[in-house]
Structures are given as C-alpha cells and as structure tokens.
C-alpha cells in the first residue's frame, strides 16, 4: 500500500520529514502546504517535482489526496491547525510543541478525545539509536530502579528561519517549551512518573541581542538549569546551554539508579563540528556491583544522517507511524497527553525564570 502524506509547513523540519519518508518503502509527499512561496517550491522538488502545492490547509484537505497529515508549521500556529484538521479521519503527525501553552493543548485534546484515527506527538529525541539503546537497557533493569536523570544540552543558537519566528517566546513558547520539551518528554518516560514542581534559572546573555525585528530585540533564553521534582520522588535536571558550539557532545544524559549509571552522549550535527566529519554516539553502563564500566558506540547509517540533523531519529519515528497506519489499530507511542505534558513544565519552567519562585506543574 502506497501511503500519501501532507505537509503542512516546509522549513527546515519540514524538508527533513520529506527526506526521511524518502527513504521508507510505501511513503510519498503528495502534497505540500506553506504561505512562503519559495518554501513550498524547495519542498516540492524534495519530494521529487510531483507533490501539489497549497497556501491553505484546507484546500489541502478538501480535494482528499492525503492518507496522513504531517503539522511542521511555526509552533504558534500548531493550535489552530489542529483544531482545524482534527475533525478529518487522516492519522496526524504533529511537530512539537504539541502547541505554545497547556491551554491550547487542553483544548486539543477535548477535541480530540473521540477521534480513531491516531494523533503522534513528534518527540523524535526518543527515536536516536542512542537513547533507544538506553531505553533498552533501562527495560532489562540495568539501572535498577531509576532515581535521578541529568541532561545537558551545550550546542549553537537557534538557526535562522523564515521570518526568524523563533526568536521571541509569543511565537514558540520560550525556549524551555520549544526546545527542551524533548527533555521533559524523555524524563517522564525514564522516571516513569510525572512532575509535580520546577525550579529554573535562566537568562538571556549571548544570542541575537543585536537583532531587532519591528523594533523588538529577540526575548528567548539562551541558557538555563532546571531542577524538576517527581510524583514517585525522583528527580531531574537540565543544563542547557545555546552558545556552545564548540562542544564535543551535544548532549549528555546520565541516569543512576540503584544498580548501576548509564551515560549517553551525543554529537551535535556534523556541518556544526569543527572537521564536518560525523562522530558515533556513545554508551557507557556503570555497575555499583563490581565497579565495571561498560562502553559501547552506537552508529548510525549514513544516508539516514544525511537527512537532518537528529541522527536518523525523524526517520525511525515516521518508521514507527507508517507502521501504526498499516496496523490500523494501536495507539501512537507519543501521545497528545505526552505533548500536553511536556509543554506543561516547559510552561512552569519559563515561569520560574521569570519570577525566581518554583512553581507547580498543572495538567
């Protein structure tokens, strides 16, 4: 079965969506929609010259040549979006964040709490081989029980887009929901518990202070460590840094239970490392038992690292969609309430930045 997928929004993560159901037997773009002409045009030749192009969505869906729907839109406009194409029966990819605010996303998923077909929340982070081997070994209990995770994300500025939308918090949600909603999401899901109050310190000290737009100077933090506590009474922590750009690892997570402590590190994109050359992630299992340190490379094919800049994990993640629309039964494995949560401390995260208190998470 030939599945035909609509884009809707053609930047830069839109063209890797693109690229990555290129290389999935049974998957085709059929159809792009963005207002940016010049956008949309790059897309349509990514996808090999015959996708049909829109402005509009909804003229996208009325002349039914989709199986699928893929939202790769700026994030303010993944609400409305949304609440205009939930009411199709088309299986919908949508790019994180879910929305901008918990309330948006509360309001998503009223309207969707009678829908069949699936809804999957793109927190592709979960798909890098790297952390789907930790994943694994957290499944066989190598850690024990899990009571702590860090993550530390060092790497470069938000990259340019169309418009620079990104670049104030009206229109992604700040920095603590745009780009670390993937560490919310991955912290949920190792600590298999849900957050209950956020502490963060955050600042805006380095990127883009010499832009201007509309007379505006950019308001999105560009660094922040953030302390979060669980329901089951573990913890996490994030060190973020976006002037980092020399990095060896772009991030590091580091997980210790009562067993033992794993380590993941991961290289940042190689067109930002100082030889463009790719670098294999790496894995290392740490055993309070008998003090053994185990260390293992994870790599990654290269015509999927090609593709994008997340390590193959846009492909292995619309691998996983394709075969949920093929089942036809199932439910997605990120789900709208995983979206609406990590938005939700991303929220309470900003929040804290902002007033220096700790602040509840709320769903």
Not at 197 to 207: K, P, Q, T
Request: with cysteine; aromatic share 6%; net charge negative.
């Amino acid at each position: 079965m030939e599945l035909r997928y609509g884009l809707i929004g053609s930047g830069m993560m839109g063209l890797e969506h693109i690229l990555s159901l290129g290389l999935l037997e049974g998957c085709e773009v059929t159809a792009v929609t963005d207002p940016d002409d010049s956008m949309r045009a790059l897309a349509i030749e990514t996808a090999g010259g015959k996708a049909k192009g829109f402005t509009d969505h909804g003229k996208m869906l009325s002349e039914e040549i989709c199986d699928a729907l893929i939202i790769a839109s700026p994030n303010d406009t993944h609400h409305e979006i949304l609440l205009d194409v939930l009411g199709s029966d088309l299986p919908i990819l949508c790019e994180k964040p879910l929305c901008t605010t918990s309330a948006h996303c509360r309001e998503v998923l009223r309207e969707a709490e009678d829908r069949v077909a699936p809804v999957w929340v793109a927190m592709e982070y979960r798909f890098m081989p790297p952390v789907q081997r930790f994943l694994y070994e957290l499944r066989r209990g190598s850690v024990g029980v899990p009571r702590m995770i860090a993550v530390r994300e060092h790497r470069f500025p938000f990259l340019d887009k169309v418009g620079d939308w990104n670049r104030f918090n009206a229109r992604t949600g700040g920095t603590l929901v745009e780009k670390c909603c993937h560490y919310w999401d991955l912290m949920r899901l190792t600590l298999n518990s849900n957050p209950t109050r956020v502490f963060a310190s955050a600042g805006v000290d380095v990127n883009h202070q010499d832009e201007m737009y509309d007379g505006c100077v950019p308001d999105i933090i560009d660094n922040a460590f953030v302390v979060i506590e669980f329901e089951n009474g573990t913890r996490g922590m994030l060190d973020l840094c976006m002037f980092a750009e020399g990095s060896y690892w772009q991030q590091v997570i580091s997980v210790a239970g009562d067993a033992a402590r794993i380590d993941v590190k991961v290289p940042g994109p190689a067109r930002f490392s100082a030889d463009g050359k790719e670098r294999a992630s790496k894995i290392e299992i740490s055993l309070r038992s008998t003090k053994e340190v185990c260390r293992e490379e994870i790599t990654v094919d290269h015509e999927l690292l090609s593709v994008g800049d997340h390590h193959g994990s846009t492909y292995f993640q619309h691998k996983r969609f394709r075969d949920l629309i093929l089942r036809g039964r199932g439910k997605p494995e990120v789900s709208l309430l995983d979206g609406l949560w990590s938005v939700a401390v991303g929220e309470a995260a900003e929040e804290s930045a902002r007033t220096g208190e700790s602040v509840d998470v709320k769903v």
